[in-house]
């Protein structure tokens, strides 16, 4: 593995933590593949674990990835009580698997809801990612967030 596509590969995930910070659901979209089976999932080690398929947000195509993006602006939008989030994320681990690259990264999401400004722990947990990688440019073909916990102190709106 060089040092183009792990910089490649970390660019993505700065890519992926800006735009969920910034609510910016286009620029998470670009984050993915064009490829018809780009996925999204988040789940929790327990149901990994134990090989439950539960998950709290499934968008098992790039259709659902534009629905997800159409919900959170359009649908969704002012009928619930907004937070901001932070994601801080750190990759430990990057294997070639034939044209495809396989990262796990550990993550922490804190969030602050508009109302009462106290920030506090959203999420943590790890992505398992494949990732392709064509030139210095790297996207999606699936990210897969798994939670410690199994129970959050908030609801979900946007994508870990």
């Not at 998470?28 to 947000?57: D, K």
């Not at 506090?120 to 990688?133: F, K, M, N, R």
Request: overall charge negative; glycine content about 4%; charged content about 20%.
């Amino acid at each position: 593995m060089t040092a183009d596509i792990l910089g490649a590969i970390d660019e993505l995930q700065l890519r992926y933590a800006a735009a969920l910070d910034e609510k910016d659901m286009a620029a998470w979209l670009a984050t993915f593949s064009q490829t018809p089976t780009a996925s999204y999932i988040c789940t929790s080690l327990e149901a990994e674990t134990s090989g439950q398929l539960l998950a709290m947000m499934l968008d098992d195509c790039h259709a659902r990835l534009e629905d997800r993006v159409t919900f959170v602006t359009k649908v969704w939008a002012g009928t619930f009580q907004d937070y901001q989030t932070r994601h801080i994320v750190q990759r430990v681990k990057a294997m070639a698997e034939g044209s495809l690259i396989s990262v796990r990264s550990n993550f922490i999401a804190s969030y602050t809801p508009e109302e009462t400004g106290q920030s506090g722990i959203l999420a943590s947990g790890y992505y398992d990612d494949l990732v392709e990688v064509t030139g210095n440019t790297a996207r999606f073909l699936s990210k897969k967030a798994v939670m410690d916990a199994s129970v959050l102190p908030h609801y979900l709106v946007y994508p870990l």
